[in-house]
């Protein structure tokens, strides 16, 4: 069977983190090897990246540098990580990856949707095959994550900021209802997970179908 690619998206606090590990150990549990990444990150290139764009002290960078950073960092994790992995048959699991552009940099800094996909198009060269979008409302997130006590620079924007965050992820969903599944994450953990190991034993099914 060949490797699967796929992502975790979701606003601030909506519970990737903790759904990720779940989903983990269910792939593991069906026999699959899974490389686990993240976004911004993944690579020694794109854990630099990282740290420069969500240092709250960074006020400096425009919207435009943004963006290409987050494509910069993605860039080197899908040919260092990503692409490597799927062409020897592992499955590859992110959290987050190019819709977190369109819902960051697009929706929220309103970065034009065509410049988004002229970079996916020749920097991050590859789609996810599936994508579980974790759907809270903004408030219920930005407790979650203010109950932490610290800021990155991206969390101290507005919570109109994350309002358009999420009307882009939710609208990204809509358009491609065969690869995103949305799940409501203002649900109690243990439903969010089981949710999750859900989705992924029908689509480890699906796959395992037509192999
Ligand atoms: N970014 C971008 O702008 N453009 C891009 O292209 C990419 C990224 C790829 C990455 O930071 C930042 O980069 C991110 C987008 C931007 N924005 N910010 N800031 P990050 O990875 O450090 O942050 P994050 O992705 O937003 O993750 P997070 O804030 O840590 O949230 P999370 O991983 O989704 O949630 P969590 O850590 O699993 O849970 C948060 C808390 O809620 C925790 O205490 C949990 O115990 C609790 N929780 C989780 N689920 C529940 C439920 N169901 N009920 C109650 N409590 C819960």
Do not use: N
């Amino acid at each position: 069977m060949s490797g699967k690619f796929i992502t975790l998206e979701g606003g601030e606090g909506a519970g990737k983190s903790t759904v990720l590990e779940v989903v983990r150990v269910r792939l593991a549990s069906r026999g699959l090897d899974v490389v686990v990444t993240r976004e911004p990150g993944g690579t020694a290139f794109g854990e630099a990246v990282r740290a420069i764009v969500l240092d709250p002290a960074r006020r400096d960078i425009t919207a435009e540098s943004e963006l290409l950073l987050m494509f910069a960092a993605r860039a080197q994790l899908v040919r260092e990580v990503i692409q490597p992995a799927l062409a020897a048959g592992r499955w590859a699991l992110s959290d987050r990856f190019t819709d977190a552009s369109y819902a960051y940099q697009g929706g929220g800094r309103g970065q034009p949707r065509a410049r988004i996909a002229e970079l996916e198009d020749w920097a991050a060269l590859i789609k996810p095959d599936l994508t579980l979008l974790l759907d809270l409302p903004v408030a219920e997130g930005l407790a979650r994550v203010g109950a932490r006590g610290h800021a990155d620079r991206i969390e101290l924007e507005s919570g109109d900021f994350f309002e358009r965050v999420r009307a882009a992820y939710r609208e990204r969903a809509a358009a491609e209802p065969a690869r995103f599944r949305v799940i409501d994450a203002s649900q109690p953990v243990a439903v969010v997970r089981g949710a999750a190991c859900a989705i992924i034993d029908a689509y480890v099914d699906s796959v395992e179908a037509v192999a």
